[in-house]
């Protein structure tokens, strides 16, 4: 409701399978609080979307790649990214089939195509350029089989306070290219902002806005002086794994491969069910933190396949098959998804979809 209270018009990005937090879990949820449209990755994952199922509209942000995917796109009503010449001329093949060519000639207007023109403004990743205008209106102009639904792009720098000078810049060129679209004959939607640019840029909303990060409640800002901007979000996901083993780890004892760790005192060690085999990262040797009752204890050692270390000592109340909390839990010291990005070296999106790849037990969804 945070996101629904500043986006207008959000559409919200559930690619990745769904960051890790599951596709069809999180389309029903959102689907359930009032999301017509949403966008995900690959035409399959939309073809996914459709059977989960889902019947409004469905955005594949990164388009037709094989040839089957354009026969998918007509076949399961997907909207596609179009950003290349090469994808426009397989358009027109696709599009130009028998059947394209029958529903046309009875003027129903609901067979079309529809597509989203995707631009580059500054991400220099994907995208026609403007200087691509003329020939895209051209082009397009022969071909009344397909609607451009949407125009969008990328911003680069949005979540970066210091960059509000360039997400400005890439403003302006979106809007200049859809005027001289419009200016074309076209009518479309434009979409601009992703996460952060929701929350700090209202005057780049334009008609549809992109949530990804925040609707699962990672802070784009976190950690800069814009962080208030994402005090609303709450963290979607929850990692516990369970204590198999407690035992005391005498003074100048090591623990784990490799020697990296040496007890500086008498502790009390917890060996906890999780590891790099369950995405919990080895760059976390040494370095990471999990929570038990209620209290952060540090990671010591290296970060095994299965199992990891943590000194306990300072909670003398844990007992094995008590569960820790890898990522989430209660009260003050509850393991933020920001924090454990910082201390893996990474960033929350990568944190969610790998953990995300465990066992998942969901509440309050169907």
Known sequence: MFLKSIAPNPIPVIKADAYGHGLAPVSRT???????????GTVDEAVALRQVPFGGEIISLLGPVTKEDYKKIKAYGITPF???WEQMACLAKAAKA???????????SNRQISIALKFDTGMARLGFTENDVPELIHKLGSMPHVRVKMVCSHLATADDPEAREFVLTQGKKFDAICLSLRKGGMTFARVLVNSAGILAYPELHFDGQRPGISLYGSNPFWGTRWEAKGQGLLPAMEVMAPILSIHELARGQTISYGQTFTAPRDMQVAIVAC?????????LSNKGWMLVHGKRAPVIGRVCMQLTAIDITHIPQARPGDQVYVLGGQGKERILPEELARWWGTITYEVFCLLGQNNRVYENSS
Request: with cysteine; glycine share 6%; aromatic share 14%.
């Open 82 to 84: 179009i950003y290349t």
């Open 30 to 40: 959102l689907a359930r609080a009032g999301a017509s449209c949403f966008a995900v």
């Open 98 to 108: 028998a059947e394209a060519a029958e529903y046309i000639k009875n003027n129903n």
């Open 275 to 283: 590891g790099y085999a369950d995405n919990y990262s080895r760059s």
